[in-house]
C-alpha cells in the first residue's frame, strides 16, 4: 500500500482575485514572512524532507514546482496526468462568473456542464497516475485543487459529480493511502 500527501500549489495572484487559472501557467504570490513561518510548521508537523519520499511530483505548471521548492522539494518528476482541470472558456475569468452562468451545476452537478468531459479526462489521468505508485512506499504530490479533490473525494467514497461539493485551500496537504 502506497502512502501519498499531496499539497494544493500556494496562492498565486489569480487565486487572490478568485480567477479560474486550469492550464494557465501563473507563478505563486510573493512568499511572506508568515506564509514561511506556516510552511516551516506544516513541514514539521508532517515530516516533509525530500529523503522521506520514494517520489516527489509536480504538475506541468510552474505554480506546483514553485510551492515544491518552497517546501524544500528541489527534485521532482514532473507528471502531465497531475493538470489542472482546464476551463475551457472560463478560464482567466472569475469563478463567480462560472457557477453564475451554470446555476449551481458546476457546484452540485458538474455532469451538467461544459466542463463535464474535462472532469472525466482528469479521473481517467489521475485513476492511471494512482496505478503507477503502487510499487512506492510513499510519495508526495504538488499539483492543484481539481486534482486534491478529486483525490480527497475518491478517498471519501464519493463520486465525481461530488468533487465541486468541498473546498481545498491553497497550501492544504491530504493524506491517503492506494
Same mark, same amino acid.
Given at each position: ?26 507563478? &505563486? ?11 516551516? !510548521?506544516?513541514?514539521? @508537523?508532517? =515530516? #516533509?524532507?525530500? $529523503? ?25 518528476? &514532473? ?11 472560463? !478560464?482567466?475569468?472569475? @469563478?463567480? =462568473? #462560472?457557477?453564475? $452562468? ?45 486534482? #486534491? ?30
Amino acid at each position: 500500500m502506497t502512502e501519498v500527501y499531496a499539497l494544493r500549489h500556494l496562492l498565486t495572484p489569480w487565486n487572490e482575485k478568485g480567477m479560474l487559472q486550469g492550464h494557465t501557467d501563473i507563478s &505563486i504570490s510573493p512568499i511572506s514572512d508568515d506564509l514561511k513561518e506556516e510552511i516551516s !510548521e506544516i513541514k514539521k @508537523k508532517f =515530516d #516533509l524532507k525530500p $529523503e522521506n519520499f520514494d517520489k516527489v511530483y509536480v504538475s506541468p505548471l510552474k505554480r506546483t514546482h514553485e510551492t515544491a521548492q518552497a517546501f524544500g522539494f528541489n527534485n521532482f518528476e &514532473i507528471d502531465s496526468r497531475l493538470m489542472e482541470v482546464s476551463f475551457g472558456s472560463y !478560464e482567466g475569468r472569475l @469563478k463567480k =462568473d #462560472l457557477i453564475q $452562468e451554470t446555476g449551481s451545476e458546476w457546484l452540485n452537478n458538474p455532469k451538467n456542464t461544459e466542463l463535464w468531459k474535462e472532469l472525466l479526462t482528469m479521473q481517467n489521468q489521475l485513476e492511471d497516475f494512482l496505478q503507477d505508485q503502487k510499487s512506492f512506499q510513499k510519495i508526495m504530490i504538488f499539483a492543484h485543487g481539481g486534482v #486534491l479533490r478529486y483525490f480527497d473525494g475518491r478517498n471519501r467514497g464519493l463520486e465525481l459529480n461530488q468533487i465541486n461539493t468541498f473546498r481545498i485551500d491553497n497550501g492544504q496537504l491530504i493524506q491517503f493511502h492506494v
